[in-house]
């Protein structure tokens, strides 16, 4: 059977925030007491207890987020619909397919964040304080997994840096090491001990400091799906997709260069850096191409997936380390 499937170039920029057309209705409400918009309601009537347990996502306003144009693409949008429904997730099993259990098991609220280690003072504090202190835009990025696919998103969210100014490290930090959550009731495929779980990455102090570095909390202008990493994630778009590691609850500030979790399950294929190379092959398939998700095109793959400009420079000096795997 033949299925028309429409290709991401067909697909027009502006289906990507199609929750724009909302945002004005949404600030306008916001803006009305609690008294006043029930008294709008039809009749004046007041919600069912069931709309009222689903509460209204605290961060909602801040999207969509004002883009930041300095950060463009050299190819369209993926499609909404291909990048929240094709997705890694290992904690809700291995296939592409989890953004349902992810959706019905995940839950954010509350979500807290421990950031400590080596700074001056250790601390916790709930996502939705957070983001509140931190400076929030949308940016378009390319994204490159080391399967040989990749996608490009309009992400939200802030730089890494607000986040490593607002953690004050010691001199002595050197590395940042970020973990999901562990819980194997919310993700069954936890209870699989195997796996190094938590799923845990890391980046040099550096390389959280560079602008590309950044934090997202929202995707298509709405808060960031729950398949997608929510309520925070990586987006560091010059490394394989394995980097970008999803639904964090800790940055450890250390001196000891962390090991993460695919390079404890798999240290002959996967390292720390792994910064994006098409001339450097995975032991098991080229790096050459990547498929464009939602089309059947391959396209090459770029050095630094194209974002030399701003991170080669991380590390020029650096001898004898494996920057590619
Ligand atoms: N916690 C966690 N983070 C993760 C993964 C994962 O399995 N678990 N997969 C990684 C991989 S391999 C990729 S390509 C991206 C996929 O992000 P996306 O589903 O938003 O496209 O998430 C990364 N972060
Ligand atoms: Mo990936």
Not at 125 to 142: C, H, N, Q, S
Not at 263 to 290: C, D, I, L
Request: proline fraction near 9%; charge should be positive; glycine fraction near 6%.
């Amino acid at each position: 059977m033949l299925i028309k499937r429409p290709r991401g170039w067909e697909m027009p920029e502006r289906l990507a925030t199609p929750e724009a057309v909302y945002r004005d209705r949404r600030r306008f409400l916001a803006g009305l007491p609690a008294v006043a918009l029930a008294a709008s309601l039809p009749g004046g009537m007041l919600l069912p207890a069931a709309a009222r347990a689903a509460a209204p996502d605290p961060t909602a306003d801040l999207y969509p987020a004002k883009r930041n144009e300095k950060y463009v693409l050299d190819r369209p949008l993926t499609a909404e619909k291909h990048a929240t429904t094709y997705n890694n997730f290992y904690e809700f099993g291995t296939s592409k397919d989890i953004w349902k259990e992810a959706q019905e098991r995940l839950k954010i609220r509350p979500w807290t964040v421990a950031i400590d280690g080596m700074v001056e003072k250790p601390f916790s504090i709930g996502f939705d304080e957070l983001i509140r202190k931190m400076p929030v835009e949308e940016r378009l990025y390319r994204h490159r997994c080391v399967e040989a696919w990749s996608m490009a998103v309009p992400w939200s969210g802030f730089p890494m840096a607000a986040l490593v100014a607002l953690a004050k490290p010691l001199g002595s930090a050197k590395y940042i090491e970020m973990k999901t959550f562990l819980d194997p009731k919310v993700a069954p495929a936890q209870k699989q001990s195997w796996y190094p779980w938590p799923y845990t990455e890391g980046l040099t102090v550096a390389e959280a400091n560079n602008e590309l570095a950044f934090i997202a909390t929202g995707l298509y202008g709405k808060p960031i799906p729950h398949q997608n990493g929510a309520p925070l994630r990586l987006a560091v778009p010059w490394k394989y997709g394995f980097k970008s590691v999803k639904s964090i609850v800790s940055f450890t500030f250390t001196e000891k260069r962390p090991k993460s979790y695919w390079e404890v399950a798999q240290g002959a294929e996967y390292g720390f850096w792994a910064n994006v190379n098409p001339a450097v092959s995975h032991p098991r398939w080229s790096q050459a191409k990547e498929r464009v998700l939602g089309t059947s095109e391959q396209v090459p793959t770029q050095i630094w997936n194209g974002y030399g400009e701003f991170v080669a420079g991380l590390y020029a000096e650096m001898k004898g380390e494996k920057l590619f795997m």
